[in-house]
């Protein structure tokens, strides 16, 4: 019984150390997120931010946060899953990387664990991941798609 107590204690003081509040200044940790107006995924988009991009929470809404860019001034809703409380620094990267990889590597996504991986991972085949990574289809096509489909919009 202690032990479950003190996993479950552990878990909810991590959960508070990591969890996003209005006044924080937080950080894009996707190569780039569209400002959304309001909530929602099919919100209109109001702008872009990159990776790296610093931003100050100004409201949080179930999965979303509102955020003011501090370069720039823009405001906009964005899934808290694209920002991280820990400040990104592209100071080092090779000029020739790009946001994406960047991006990659700051997950512990790096040249040297995709070669490991390569090697211990048989025939798979790269290229057709890296084609399908480089299809787009526009919001307005996936909500097409979704309401067509008659399935669920989620939030």
Same mark, same amino acid.
């Given at each position: %019984?202690?032990?479950?107590?003190?996993?479950? $204690?552990?878990? $909810?003081?991590?959960?508070?150390?990591?969890?996003?509040?209005?006044?924080?200044?937080?950080?894009?940790?996707?190569?780039? #997120?569209?400002? +959304?107006?309001?909530?929602?995924?099919?919100?209109?988009? &109001?702008?872009?931010? @990159?990776?790296?991009?610093?931003?100050?929470?100004?409201?949080?809404?179930?999965?979303?946060?509102?955020?003011?860019?501090?370069?720039?001034?823009?405001?906009?809703?964005? #899934? @808290?899953?694209? $920002? &991280?409380?820990?400040?990104?620094?592209?100071?080092? !990267?090779?000029?020739?990387?790009?946001?994406?990889?960047?991006?990659? !590597?700051?997950?512990?996504?790096?040249?040297?664990?995709?070669?490991?991986? +390569?090697?211990?991972?048989?025939?798979?085949?790269?290229?057709?991941?890296?084609? %399908?990574?480089?299809?787009?289809?526009?919001?307005?096509? /996936? $909500?097409?798609?979704?309401?067509?489909?008659? /399935?669920? @919009?989620?939030?």
């Amino acid at each position: %019984m202690k032990r479950i107590l003190f996993v479950a $204690l552990i878990s $909810l003081s991590t959960t508070a150390l990591f969890a996003q509040k209005v006044g924080d200044t937080n950080y894009i940790n996707v190569s780039s #997120a569209n400002l +959304k107006s309001s909530t929602g995924f099919f919100s209109s988009t &109001t702008g872009t931010v @990159k990776y790296a991009e610093e931003v100050r929470i100004l409201a949080l809404s179930g999965n979303w946060a509102q955020v003011r860019t501090t370069v720039g001034n823009r405001t906009g809703w964005i #899934a @808290k899953s694209s $920002l &991280t409380s820990k400040r990104i620094s592209a100071q080092g !990267a090779s000029a020739n990387a790009s946001a994406k990889e960047i991006a990659l !590597a700051g997950k512990g996504f790096s040249p040297e664990v995709e070669s490991e991986y +390569k090697k211990n991972s048989g025939n798979i085949n790269y290229a057709a991941v890296d084609q %399908m990574e480089r299809i787009t289809i526009s919001d307005r096509d /996936l $909500l097409s798609f979704i309401e067509e489909g008659h /399935l669920a @919009k989620g939030e």
